[in-house]
């Protein structure tokens, strides 16, 4: 599975969108982007995925660039509660196993 | 639906006991798996399975065993604990084929275990 870099830490403002970037420059044609959230060490929630399309749903929007290397979450409207550490997988979709191989993550701190 | 259950949420055990984490799942679902978590760190896999009577090792596997005698359960075994496996555990279920729909991973609430 391909690795993933994120930075370790981002800030963000009540009510404003935060963009938490993820790169995976060796990700492979059939590897999806995953992202999951841990809100001070309860089990980790699933966010969103996606292969090349860009995705949203009813928590946040993924962007994936055209040439897959690279990736930006979108949580649109921030709240306190939004504060979590971020963790950006990569892992291929046809596999047939349950191996999630997690990172470090961003810890986003939303700010009043 | 209660999804992923851990049991017990908070344990202390006495280097050398041996113990077993459950995990259980509602959902039907193939795959579960058993990560640790210590401080500051993110998750590492122990074990996983496939379906039922398939297990195999994860990054850190030494000093746990597993078993997957149904689809719903898959207990953490603790053979002769050891201060170094002080951690929090999760455990987690899914789908197969990953990247459809509905294949994302559900996970527990975890399980507090300290060894003195």
């Known amino acids: 599975d391909a690795k993933t870099t994120q930075p370790p830490s981002m800030d963000c403002a009540e009510g404003r969108a935060a963009n938490l970037p993820c790169n995976h420059s060796?990700?492979?044609?059939?590897?999806?982007v995953y992202w999951y959230r841990q809100i001070h060490s309860q089990g980790p929630q699933y966010i969103i995925h996606g292969l090349k399309n860009n995705e949203t749903n009813e928590m946040a929007s993924l962007i994936i660039t055209e040439d897959r290397k690279s990736s930006t979450l979108i949580l649109p409207h921030a709240t306190l509660r939004d504060t979590a550490v971020y963790y950006c997988?990569?892992?291929?979709?046809?596999?047939?196993?349950?191996?999630?191989?997690f990172g470090q993550g961003t810890t986003l701190q939303v700010k009043p | 639906n209660a999804g992923v259950t851990q049991t017990p949420k908070f344990q202390v055990l006495k280097t050398g006991q041996s113990m077993t984490l459950q995990c259980a799942q509602d959902m039907n679902h193939e795959y579960m798996s058993w990560y640790r978590q210590d401080p500051g760190m993110g998750l590492r896999l122990i074990h996983y399975s496939v379906g039922a009577g398939i297990t195999d090792q994860g990054e850190v596997p030494n000093g746990y065993n597993v078993s997957r005698s149904t689809t719903e359960d898959f207990p953490l075994r603790l053979l002769s604990a050891a201060p170094s496996q002080t951690s929090v555990y999760f455990c987690a279920s899914s789908y197969s084929n990953w990247g459809r729909k509905n294949t994302e991973a559900f996970f527990g609430q975890g399980t507090r275990l300290t060894v003195v």
């Open positions: 997988i990569v892992r291929v979709g046809s596999s047939n196993t349950g191996k999630l191989i």
């Open positions: 060796t990700i492979s044609g059939n590897e999806y």
